[in-house]
């Protein structure tokens, strides 16, 4: 499913838009993530870094606890654009791809790739995800 274009171009906005407000004095690397949800509702969200390096979180993880906090936890995601201050490559980090896709395995991910904006399915960048399967009883 690919989104219409001017959807994409308002996710792509609303990511450069989050991205000024960044926190990274330590990378200086600004990154910017919205969330459109199966709801129809975008959220932003930027990194935030820390001086405990491990304690950093990305744009788009901080863009999907806006999205569950405001909408419960049956959130699904629809899209996640995301962009650097630089506007340059930008994919989203390991424990982000694990991230999006439990809130939607065909979540539409909008990137800078190294061939210009990119949209794919998150299953294509995290083939073979992680997935928590209950005991059988
Ligand atoms: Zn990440």
């Known amino acids: ?4 274009v001017h959807v994409q171009e308002d996710l792509i906005a609303a990511a ?7 926190y990274a004095p330590y990378s200086k690397h600004r990154v910017g993530a919205a969330v459109l949800t199966q709801e129809g509702n ?8 820390n001086a405990a ?3 950093c979180v990305c744009g788009e993880r901080n863009a999907i ?3 569950i906090s405001e909408e419960g936890p049956s959130m699904q995601l629809k ?10 490559v930008c994919t989203p980090c390991g424990a982000c791809r694990q991230v999006i896709s439990e809130f ?3 979540t539409q991910v909008i990137y800078m790739g ?3 904006w990119t949209s794919v399915p998150i299953y294509t960048l995290l083939p073979g995800v992680f997935e928590f399967e209950p005991e059988v009883a």
């Open 42 to 49: 975008i959220y932003q969200g930027c990194n935030v870094e």
């Open 16 to 22: 450069r838009e989050v991205c000024a407000k960044a």
């Open 65 to 67: 606890a806006k999205a």
């Open 79 to 88: 899209a996640v654009a995301i962009i650097n201050g630089e506007e340059k």
């Open 104 to 106: 939607g395995q065909s």
């Open 1 to 4: 499913m690919t989104l219409p």
């Open 114 to 116: 190294a061939q210009g």
């Open 53 to 55: 390096y491990p304690l």
